[in-house]
Nanobody, 124 residues
Framework: QVQLVESGGGLVQAGGSLRLSCEASGRTFSSDAMGWFRQAPGKEREFVAAISWSGSLTSYADSVKGRFTISRDNAKNAVHLQMNSLKPEDTAVYYC?????????????????WGKGTLVTVSS
């Protein structure tokens, strides 16, 4: 059974940092693009960041550019999201996602596999 499991969420003050991790199991994702999405209360899910299978391509939503960094460790079948300078508007459930097509995540904001999410709360 393919699973994506997120971790690292929690409560942090504005200006602080968190590092989210997503570990995949069931099959290797080293040939897949990975991404992060988020959904705030009462809002639709939105794209946050994407990374190609090799890590050579990355993309970010304008709202997080310069503050968040996506990275991956193919040897550990994992992807990470380093979040710095957090703002209250970053509060959301963050979801890990995977797809065989980087541009499907980056441009279509879709994915073929999804995690169950981890909650990030940023207090003002």
């Amino acid at each position: 059974q393919v699973q994506l499991v997120e971790s690292g969420g929690g409560l942090v003050q504005a200006g602080g940092s968190l590092r989210l991790s997503c570990e995949a199991s069931g099959r290797t994702f080293s040939s897949d693009a990975m991404g992060w999405f988020r959904q705030a209360p009462g809002k639709e899910r939105e794209f946050v960041a994407a990374i190609s299978w090799s890590g050579s391509l990355t993309s970010y939503a304008d709202s997080v550019k310069g503050r968040f960094t996506i990275s991956r460790d193919n040897a550990k079948n994992a992807v990470h999201l380093q979040m710095n300078s957090l703002k209250p508007e970053d509060t959301a459930v963050y979801y890990c996602a995977a797809s065989g097509n980087y541009y499907y995540i980056k441009n279509s904001h879709g994915a073929h596999y999804w995690g169950k999410g981890t909650l990030v709360t940023v207090s003002s």
